[in-house]
């Protein structure tokens, strides 16, 4: 599975981006999506996490009630709202695909990754 991530860019404090992933050759419908962002030098953070059907969701404790995921399986897209960003959002943000049954945090269990987009915060 190829998924590709779109929508990154430069906002300010407090402002709002919304992040897209697709995958052009596969539908998403069956797998687990979920969102993580790295910075340089670090490990790959969970952000967060969407059951197959939409109705399961999970975040971190850093971006919930800011972040929201979602999908459209009609569109094959996964999205991330990010609301009321802050300076230490700014990292580059990967969408990833796992075979699970439920939303999954750990990293070690998606299977497929796109590439990333970089978000950056400015105050």
């Known amino acids: 599975v190829q998924l590709q991530a779109s929508g990154g860019g430069l906002v300010q404090a407090g402002g709002s981006l919304r992040l897209s992933c697709t995958a052009s050759?596969?539908?998403?419908?069956?797998?687990?999506m979920g969102w993580f962002r790295q910075a340089p030098g670090k490990e790959h953070e969970f952000v967060a996490s969407?059951?197959?059907?939409?109705?399961?969701?999970t975040y971190a404790d850093s971006v919930k009630g800011r972040f929201t995921i979602f999908r459209d399986n009609a569109k094959n897209t996964v999205d991330l709202q990010m609301n009321s960003l802050k300076l230490e959002d700014t990292v580059v943000y990967y969408c990833?695909?796992?075979?699970?049954?439920?939303?999954?945090?750990?990293?070690?269990?998606?299977?497929?990754w796109g590439q990333g987009t970089l978000v950056t915060v400015s105050s």
């Open positions: 990833a695909a796992a075979q699970a049954l439920v939303v999954e945090r750990r990293t070690n269990k998606y299977d497929y």
């Open positions: 050759e596969r539908t998403l419908r069956s797998y687990v």
């Open positions: 969407i059951s197959w059907n939409g109705r399961t969701t």
